[in-house]
């Protein structure tokens, strides 16, 4: 065993609840634990980080980690903390992102070696598929009470909510169903504890009642805290939605510039649960944080093995160097360097103007790129004046005003870029 799992999780401030004698079951021998994804989008977001550390940290300390992906339960939906049924998806669309999900864990779990822990990644649907309503409601439906299941905080709140419309028959077996996964797991692969979010403890525990009913045996319950911003605001979400792990949905710069942007409150409690460093690193770090925070040690540190996780190492030098891009001392190279995705990533929301391609051919003097062309400075005049002081730039460097733009000057064939001094950024769009 290399490691005490909970002591970990416990310092790292990811244990939110957990069954007694858990932490004795665990030291005592190889033990198996699974934690269910929602298999309804072809990708997991940051939102998921913390289930899936939980299941590396797992892996870490010698134990088996076992992947659920709920193709069963993605066709019925979770009440847990929703105030609305989810969409329902059809087999082949659950296959794919199922295949997507695994992708996304490997760079976290190991499913191909040959050690007895390796990961395994599982779909309730293949167990579910052929299990009849009236079995289920024979084997598995008689051994709870609707008494029980009415007790859930998950079922009250949908039930007493304001704002809702009740609860569906659905919705309501879902932690039936959620809890015979685990007896199956508890049976076939040996599975004795479940993780989760703290608005799983509900479900989970009903699975651990089903294990000690049906399974004659002893199931274990284990929840990691649900992340909150020290601003209130929701974690994992940007202005443009969710933040995702795969590159397509969010490229690696948006994904890096999000731990970047953390509050230092946030930045210390982040460090230790997203990254794998180790405490003392840690610790130097808050220390060293501390004492110039102007640096953003903490920011940098996080973004940086997060985004190398998630992504890679590449496209981590790729998001420093697009950082640097708007403030930084970045090059024409550099500058061309940078993919059509990230450079409109790093200049969203940067005013711009349309050029024709025949101006650009021809040349285009830095009068009309700076007025007449573009309304970026308000007039002739006043683009001579900042020409003549130097402070106009063509791509990062400093141009005069004879210079002309042409298509050598072209980022990814199309974009370039204008500033007058540091901080007052404009772009031409070649069309």
Known sequence: MNKNFIEEITWRGMLHDVMPGTEEHLLEEMRAAYIGFDPTADSLHIGNLVPIMLLAHFQRSGHKPVALVGGATGMIGDPSGKSSERNLLDEATLRHNQECVKNQLSRFLDFSSDEKNRAILVNNYDWMKEFTFLDFIR???????????????????????????????TEFTYQLVQGYDFVHLYKTQNCSLQMGGSDQWGNITTGTELIRRIGDGKGYALTCPLITKSDGSKFGKSEGGNIWLDSNRT???KFYQYWLNSSDEDAKKYIKIFTFLDKEIIQELISQHKEAPHLRLL???????????VHSEEEYVNAVK??????????????????????????????????SRADIEEGLDMI?????????????????????????S???????????????????????????GKRNTYIIKVV
């Open 139 to 169: 084997d598995v439906g008689k051994h709870i009470t609707v008494n029980y299941m009415m007790s859930k905080d998950s079922v009250k709140n949908r039930i007493s909510g304001e704002d809702t419309e009740g609860m569906s028959f």
């Open 251 to 253: 490229s690696p710069y």
């Open 299 to 309: 920011q940098k540190s996080l973004a940086k093995e997060v985004t190398i996780t």
């Open 322 to 355: 697009a950082s640097e891009v708007l403030f930084g001392k970045s090059t024409a190279g550099d500058l061309k360097n940078l993919n059509e995705a990230t450079f409109l990533d790093v200049f969203e929301g940067v005013p711009q103007a349309e050029v």
């Open 368 to 392: 009309a790129a700076l007025s007449a062309k573009t309304d970026f400075l308000k007039s002739n005049g006043e683009a001579r004046r900042a020409l003549k002081e130097n402070a106009i």
């Open 394 to 420: 063509v791509n990062k460097e400093k141009v005069r005003e004879d210079y002309k733009i042409t298509v050598s000057d072209l980022i990814n064939n199309k974009y370039v870029i204008l500033n007058k």
